[in-house]
């Protein structure tokens, strides 16, 4: 190694929370690394640390907080940012720095710049002018923490709603969609790296261009809307000549989203929606004051699953929430069975510091909260294992996150139902054919042979 290699400073990342976290982790190593910083993996081996912190909910602030005072033990050197850097304590000091006062800056979320600023007042950059070459694969689209075949793009930051249980918006900020055009020719750039599945992001990606009044932006020389139908088409037409997946999250049930169906059933996306529904009882919703808590949700998803039979819904939902009565807890259980909710999330309501319904009266004994919960999910399972048992006998196109020794004695995928790390896997079986081989980030077709939980079991097929 050069003298100039061995003094190139290293920067140790820690990154928690949710995948909106993930890509402000990206955005900043990206920049880390085009202006010639070096990663460590170790807190040992850094010059200093970056924690991205979540404060979502009060395990996530312990979490982050005992991440802090890890990092802080062990380097020394510590840069603060993400949620729970803009939170501030009963006294409204910056919890962080109250908790923690050795950090050496401390940000909100999303805040790129403020942290490189805080990184170069502390650990100036490497001047070696060949370290601005960093090759990437990803172009535009920065580096990517997921593995390479699939990846997280985010359309917009913060949210126009104010869900009593929530705090996101005071911590992020009203929604602020990003131009089109810079989202897709993210996704083109993602693609063309050698993305598989390129995974949809926001607080809210049925509000996408609400904030601007949809505005038209440019793509490939074409005018196409800030807009949430305009992006999956684009996004569709994109993802086409690489036969790559394009998988929504975070859509809520507006009447806007029926006419994303379609390009659901022709196959221009997947068949999948994350729809956070957090409760069916309307007195609860309105309560939560959740979006779209007026529609007639179980309605709108018969007529969806009309429309595309193919469908799958996942979903989370908040049992136990302040003054839940044993009837609208009932309502939500008649619902899941109803709705046929394929994969499902489930919190018992746990209160947030910061958080509108804290004040909400008729909070339930904690014991009741996770009993509901475990009831919810007997119910949940049930309606996920039978629609799972559908599948046997079928062939499914899979997409291959682990296949050791090229899958010679099988691997663990993915199907089209499946969103990485919140869903249940297709785990493949060794190919019969010896000639046969799996990859990392292909795509193979499988006959799934069993239910395993929340899993399937599959053969791969030549
Ligand atoms: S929609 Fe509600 S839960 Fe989601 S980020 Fe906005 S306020 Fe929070």
């Given at each position: 190694m050069s003298e100039t290699l061995q003094k190139i400073p290293k920067i140790g990342m820690v990154s928690l929370g949710c995948p909106k976290a993930l890509t402000d982790s990206e955005l900043i190593l990206t920049q880390l690394s085009a202006e010639g910083y070096q990663t460590s993996k170790t807190f040992q081996g850094a010059d200093l640390v970056i924690v991205n912190t979540c404060g979502f909910i009060d395990d996530a602030v312990k979490e982050s907080l005992d991440t802090i005072g890890e990092a802080l033990s062990e380097n020394g050197r510590v840069i603060v940012t993400g949620c729970l850097g803009a939170r501030t304590g009963n006294d409204g000091a910056n919890m962080v720095r109250q908790m923690h006062p050795k950090v050496l800056a401390v940000t909100g979320p999303h805040a790129t710049q403020e942290v490189m600023d805080a990184v170069h007042a502390n650990l100036p950059k490497p001047h070696d002018p060949f370290t601005d070459l960093v090759p990437n694969a990803f172009g535009v689209a920065g580096i990517k923490l997921t593995p390479r075949h699939y990846a997280y793009l985010k359309i917009s930051e913060g949210c126009n709603h104010r869900c009593t249980f929530c705090i996101i918006?005071?911590?992020?900020?009203?929604?602020?969609?990003?131009?089109?055009?810079?989202?897709?020719?993210?996704?083109?750039?993602?693609?063309?790296?050698?993305?598989?599945?390129?995974?949809?992001?926001?607080?809210?990606?049925?509000?996408?261009?609400?904030?601007?009044?949809?505005?038209?932006?440019?793509?490939?020389?074409?005018?196409?809307?800030?807009?949430?139908?305009?992006?999956?088409?684009?996004?569709?037409?994109?993802?086409?000549?690489?036969?790559?997946?394009?998988?929504?999250?975070?859509?809520?049930?507006?009447?806007?989203?029926?006419?994303v169906i379609p390009l659901m059933a022709q196959g221009k996306v997947l068949p999948y929606l994350d729809v956070p529904l957090q409760h069916?009882?309307?007195?609860?919703?309105?309560?939560?004051?959740?979006?779209?808590?007026?529609?007639?949700?179980?309605?709108?998803?018969a007529q969806w699953r009309k429309d595309c039979p193919e469908l799958v819904i996942r979903s989370t939902f908040i049992v136990g929430f302040p003054g839940e009565t044993e009837q609208e807890f009932a309502h939500l259980l008649d619902f899941v069975r109803e709705a046929q909710i394929d994969r499902t999330g489930c919190f018992a309501y746990s209160a947030v510091s910061g958080a509108a319904a804290n004040a909400l009266p008729g909070m339930l004994p904690l014991q009741e909260r996770e009993e509901r919960r475990a009831r919810f999910m007997a119910v949940a399972e049930e309606v996920s294992v039978a629609r799972l048992q559908r599948r046997v006998g079928c062939t499914m196109q899979v997409l291959v996150d682990a296949a050791p020794g090229l899958g010679k004695k099988g691997g663990v995928g993915r199907s089209y139902a499946d969103a990485p790390?919140?869903?249940?896997?297709?785990?493949?079986l060794p190919p019969e054919k010896i000639s046969k081989t799996l990859k990392v980030g292909e795509f193979t077709k499988a006959r799934i042979v069993q239910v395993h939980g929340h899993d399937l079991l599959a053969l791969p097929l030549p």
């Open positions: 918006p005071s911590m992020r900020g009203d929604l602020v969609s990003r131009p089109i055009g810079d989202v897709l020719k993210e996704a083109q750039a993602l693609f063309a790296g050698g993305v598989k599945e390129l995974l949809v992001i926001s607080q809210d990606t049925s509000a996408y261009g609400v904030d601007v009044k949809y505005r038209t932006g440019f793509w490939d020389g074409k005018p196409v809307k800030t807009r949430m139908l305009d992006l999956v088409q684009a996004l569709g037409e994109i993802a086409q000549p690489y036969g790559a997946w394009v998988r929504l999250h975070y859509v809520y049930p507006y009447p806007s989203v029926d006419d069916s009882h309307p007195e609860v919703l309105r309560r939560m004051k959740r979006p779209a808590s007026g529609e007639k949700n179980l309605e709108r998803i790390e919140i869903d249940g896997t297709v785990r493949l």
